[in-house]
């Protein structure tokens, strides 16, 4: 609800609720599918010695991240990767990506996953959910098989393109096709995709549920399905979508449910699916660790003023500032780049190309300042990322948590700032009961080791 009226979540999904498989059926460009799919050559293994006991140290792996680390993602049973029987080819990807050990979460989904199992999983944002179910099904996917073998859905274009590059990272030896496929994109272009043979297809439930209805997304015998940021996958806007997808599996597919919430609406979704799931909750309060909170009262004609003074004062690797709407977003933008700090935006309402093209930079470093709506809240993961700025406050505690959660990325401290006024102030205290937590006022001085 909350996403559609700050800028038509609904809108940028590309798709709604209408039923797409009629009109498709209809329309004989895309449905020249009874053709088997073209034999695709596999692409050319590149030899590992198996047997070099050295293999480790002939692996390029990035710096190390000296930083600090709550026990969020270091509080483990000790586990190494090693541990899970994974093959060489993936420990050298899982390696190469600058993971050392596995985190909680990782330590506690992958054995579950390697054995088939389905997983209803509760970990907090930034705590290397990712890892934890592409590393068990990259691990269970089969390289000499022509079928889709693994399904992950997303509920945002952006979370899709940032989970298939993980994908892509750790699977970097293990010669697998792995398509994205997203609202917003040339429907032709995916056709084209899916019709080589794939292994795993990574997207957001709209666009999904489109080419399967045509026959083109050929999940018949897909054994594995994710669903990430599955609270919001489970609302009503994507609800059918995926169950519809869930339709078109075979009835012993393994599921596997990631989330940092769970809304009762997972409850019953769980009992028809997955009743006999495994559960993990490893999160015993809802805040992130790490991410010291403040809160500045201000009037609505002081923030830019109030913005100003703290982009120069903080200590920033990279920050993001949310505004509740998207006209606020692009007006801010253009402010505080006249004021010296350069600085991106991005809302649903621009186009797909230039948002990614945006999402790319920013993550890449090349600005270090962005100002978003909540398209960008969920699951979002810039290494850099240490402040985050909500220059409107949010209505909701979930958002609240989504947004807060950019910064703080597995473990690291992070800061967080709310710009409050006159009419927020019953909903900083509702959000701080909601949340258990407390959003302190902010001090004429940070402490840096804070947030750094
Ligand atoms: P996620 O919760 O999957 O979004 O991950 C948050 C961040 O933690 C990402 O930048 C990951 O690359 C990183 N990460 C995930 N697992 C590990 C690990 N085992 N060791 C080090 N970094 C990790």
């Known amino acids: 609800m909350e996403y559609r009226q700050r800028g038509g979540y609904r809108d940028y999904q590309g798709y709604g609720q209408r039923n797409y498989r009629n009109n ?15 034999q695709v ?29 709550t026990d969020d993602v270091t509080n483990t049973k000790g586990s190494d990767f090693e541990t899970f029987s994974l093959s060489r080819r993936l420990l050298m990807g899982i ?17 579950l996953v390697l054995m088939g199992k389905s997983l209803l999983a509760r970990a907090k944002n930034g705590t290397g959910k990712t890892g934890a179910f592409a590393i068990p099904t990259l691990q269970r996917v089969d390289p000499n098989d022509q079928n889709i073998q693994v399904l992950v859905l997303l509920p945002t274009r952006e979370l899709a393109l940032q989970t298939a590059k993980v994908y892509k990272d750790l699977s970097k030896h293990l010669n697998l096709e792995i398509v994205t496929s997203t609202g917003g994109t040339e429907l032709k272009d995916d056709i084209i ?35 990430d940021e599955a609270d919001k996958l489970l609302s009503p806007d994507f609800l059918p979508a995926v169950e519809t997808l869930l339709d078109f599996m075979p009835e012993d597919r393994q ?12 409850k019953s979704f769980k009992e028809r699916w997955i009743p006999d799931c ?34 120069r004062k903080l200590q920033i690797n990279q920050c993001i500032i949310f505004c509740n709407s998207v006209n606020r977003v692009e007006l801010l933008s253009r402010k505080i780049t006249r004021l010296g700090f350069p600085t991106y935006y991005i809302h649903g309402q621009m186009g797909q190309k230039h948002r990614n093209r945006i999402f790319h930079n920013f993550r890449e470093g090349e600005c ?85």
């Not at 590149?46 to 792996?61: A, C, G, H, T």
């Not at 599921?255 to 997972?266: D, E, V």
């Not at 559960?279 to 100003?308: P, R, W």
């Open 255 to 266: 599921l596997l449910l990631f989330s940092a919430t769970f809304p009762s609406a997972i």
């Open 193 to 227: 995709r899916l019709r080589r043979a794939v292994q795993i297809v990574i997207g957001t439930p709209g666009r999904l549920q489109d080419l399967a209805n045509q026959g083109i997304l050929k999940i018949q015998q897909c054994k594995m399905i994710v669903l």
């Open 41 to 69: 050559k596999p692409k050319p293994r590149v030899e590992i010695d198996e047997s070099d006991p050295n293999w480790k140290e002939k692996l390029s792996v990035p710096k190390k991240d000296t930083r600090q680390q």
């Open 368 to 452: 270090r300042f962005l100002v978003c709506t909540d398209i960008f809240t969920r699951g979002i993961d810039i290494r850099n990322l240490n402040v985050v700025i909500n220059f409107d406050f949010p209505r909701s505690a979930n958002t609240y948590l989504h947004r807060i959660g950019r910064s703080g990325r597995f473990g690291h401290l992070g800061l967080a700032v709310n710009f409050i006024t006159n009419e927020d102030r019953i909903n900083l205290c509702k959000i701080e009961t909601e949340l258990n937590t407390e959003i302190m006022a902010i001090p004429a001085k940070i402490d840096t080791s804070l947030y750094t």
């Open 278 to 311: 495994k559960i993990l909750n490893l999160m015993d309060e809802l805040t992130l660790k790490g991410v010291s909170q403040y809160y500045a009262f201000v009037d609505e004609g002081q923030k830019v003023h109030c913005l100003y003074a703290l982009l």
């Open 24 to 38: 498709y059926r209809r329309n004989d460009y895309y449905n020249n599918n009874d053709q088997p799919p073209p």
């Open 95 to 111: 390696f190469e990506l600058g993971f050392e050990k596995p985190s909680p979460v990782q330590e506690e989904a992958i054995p």
